[in-house]
């Protein structure tokens, strides 16, 4: 849902989650900086509540590692670090993992070739200095990549990591000099998985989230992304 203007206030069913979804979106799309101060009262009196549902929606967020309290200082944005990142792609992997070798038996192949044509289509916007295509072909690759096992637990487990994947792309993750490199993984997965082979399908999956975690953590030890 997109963010409430300041000072509008909100409807009274499911403000915990309604407040949840507006504060993790403004972390992960920048609005809120890493280690700048949130202010649980000036969050109550901007949409007009309780404290109540700010602060269910405050542990949520700590919950997903968005958020840190540190005790007689208060509430910040985290700052995400090289730990965050091999726990969230050694989570990631190992969802994946599974979860393409389900897919490369499940997936129809119509559904296959559009994710591939889309994946070509964003490398060429990246060529012409689009990125966004990618971003998109990105997410819904990984994703309807997993939504295919049927699985519910393993989508819940998986979306659980998006808030994270978006605020590093936010904080500069994923330049154009790694797009090339990812979308050469992703034919790879999706050719195997065209061809019914798992084992194919799944290397090629864990090789690339090694990958990504091996170029994130680069990017972060250069300062190409800002934490």
């Known amino acids: 849902m997109p963010p409430l203007a300041k000072g509008s206030s909100l409807v009274v069913e499911s403000i915990a989650e309604q407040l949840y979804r507006i504060l993790c979106e403004r972390i992960t799309g920048g609005t809120y900086a890493p280690g700048s101060r949130l ?20 542990a949520r967020l700590e919950h997903d590692q968005l958020i840190v309290t540190r005790p007689r200082s208060g509430t910040f944005v985290a700052r995400p670090g090289v730990t965050d990142v091999h726990e969230v792609c050694q989570l990631r992997k190992g969802i994946e993992w599974v ?10 192949q119509e559904h296959i ?26 997410s819904r690759l990984h994703n309807e990549i997993v939504a295919a096992t049927g699985n519910a637990r393993l989508i819940k487990a998986r979306s659980s ?22 979308t050469r993984r992703h034919l790879e997965i999706l050719d195997a998985m065209a061809a019914r082979d798992s084992a194919t399908a799944q290397r090629a999956a864990a090789v690339h989230l090694d990958e ?8 972060m030890e250069s300062k190409a992304i800002t934490t």
């Open 39 to 58: 202010d649980p009262q000036a969050v109550a009196t901007e949409f007009g509540v309780s404290r109540t549902p700010v602060r269910e929606a405050l």
């Open 99 to 108: 979860a393409t070798g389900l897919a490369a038996a499940s997936m129809s």
């Open 113 to 138: 070739a559009d994710l591939r044509a889309e994946a070509v289509e964003a490398l060429e916007q990246t060529e012409r200095g689009d990125y966004e295509p990618f971003f998109a072909s990105d």
């Open 161 to 182: 990591t998006e808030p994270f994947v978006q605020w590093l792309r936010v904080l500069g993750a994923t330049g154009p000099h790694r797009i090339a490199g990812s």
């Open 212 to 219: 990504v975690e091996e170029w994130t953590i680069a990017d």
